[in-house]
């Protein structure tokens, strides 16, 4: 009775590339190591993959789009945790302008309302989308643990989670790029989100980049920086994961 | 482009059948429709049929038992969280129990350590149980949303979500019936883990059910307590649901 499970390994996540911080990193080695984590981000899972080869089913996008609803929405209360937790007027009122993009400046606007605007465009009822009713109780934890960690991390740490927005340029111009063509079905106008964090994401990572290079000069919050950038592609991962799996097609 | 969702549904978790509500229950009235939550517990769950059936494979089954442990690792935090909110000394000094019964009086005792020789005896090495390499990033999600859960709702309800209690002797009687049946191969003192819950549990279920009955008296208290019930019950079945996923046989 000595079976290993190391002989049938799971699917779990892949790791990202910690680098070993035996001294601290230059700003720019930081910099360059955090991007290093790319390798991991959850461009590569397979229910992406599915989807940027035109193979995903009406329902498993509309599961999608249902539940990738929670995440949108507590963008701006994780961000909001991060604003309570740090005590540079200067970076607040930056860090501001994320919980407008998100929310917008009155009714009818931001990235939540033109998300659920993808969710009419690809057949779900805007009361659906606004309900959830369609939103696993497993993804709402996940979402949740975003606000949790941001609210109990220091707030350097929660800014570098953010950092996978290093990343989501490439998925951003995939979606652009492969809906009009592998789902002509889908109407032009529910390309909006993907359009506007084009502009809004790199303008973020300036910002979330800028922070980090500042603050974390010793291995000790270097290793807080890239613990919580993996905390958060995790999370990323857990999400798209419980949403292959509830959406699967056998 | 109308489709709905509800056309095909997703095998989301049996909702928990909330009472109205129209005016505040007797005590007795509130114990028997939390009892009434047992329709919505993990029992029920697929995985636990085919265990429960004999149809586990080996790796499922240490799948299972190591991911799991990550839960029994949250307990006694979770314990520890309701303590720190709890002003009552007498509801403390009680509630204290359950954290001897998790972690033991001294190293080599308590529940935690009767789950890993639980994973030793279905073959996963010591080691590989204790550094928890099998644990899933969405299980360890799930679990820490528990603690955070405990941490941030008022004691009562917080207690009210222990009250899965009520629904645990039966699926640990399962076990210790249908583990010798259907899986000869695992070394009878694997079953000690279940055997000492029978115990605990019930009076674990007292306790709690005084706490309840006692202090939800009022339409919202005793709303909160079926939604703190709720809570766990999908956290439960969360956790079961990601297990199955991940170690899915195909």
Same mark, same amino acid.
């Given at each position: 009775m000595t079976a290993s499970l190391a002989a049938s390994p799971l699917a779990t996540p892949p790791k990202p590339p910690l680098p070993a911080l035996t001294r601290p990193l230059s700003p720019d080695e930081l910099e360059a190591a955090l991007r290093g984590f790319h390798s991991s981000y959850y461009v590569e899972h397979p229910f992406h993959r599915l989807m940027y080869e035109g193979r995903l089913t009406r329902r498993q996008f509309q599961g999608w789009v249902a539940n990738r609803l929670a995440y949108q929405r507590v963008v701006p209360r994780k961000d909001g945790a991060i604003l309570s937790n740090c005590p540079d007027p200067a970076v607040r009122r930056e860090w501001l302008q994320r919980i407008v993009d998100h929310d917008g400046s009155r009714p009818g606007e931001g990235g939540i309302e033109l998300w659920i605007r993808l969710g009419v465009a690809l057949g779900v009822p805007r009361e659906e989308? *606004?309900?959830e009713r369609?939103?696993?109780?497993?993804?709402?934890?996940?979402? *949740?643990?975003?606000?949790w960690f941001c609210k109990s991390t220091p707030w350097v740490q929660a800014c570098a989670s953010s950092l996978t927005e290093l990343f989501a340029?490439?998925?951003?111009?995939?979606?652009? *790029?492969?809906?009009?063509?592998?789902?002509?079905?889908?109407?032009?106008?529910?390309?909006?989100y993907f359009r506007s964090r084009l502009v809004q994401a790199p303008r973020d990572v300036q910002h979330g980049l800028r922070i980090v290079r500042q603050h974390c000069t010793t291995v000790d919050t270097q290793r807080q920086a890239f613990e919580a950038l993996t905390f958060k592609i995790e999370m990323l991962?857990?999400?798209?994961d419980t949403i292959h799996n509830a959406y699967r097609e056998e």
């Open positions: 989308m *606004e309900d369609h939103v696993l109780p497993t993804v709402r934890t996940i979402c *949740e643990s975003y606000v340029p490439k998925i951003h111009a995939q979606r652009i *790029e492969s809906f009009p063509k592998h789902y002509p079905w889908i109407p032009e106008e529910g390309l909006a991962w857990s999400l798209i």
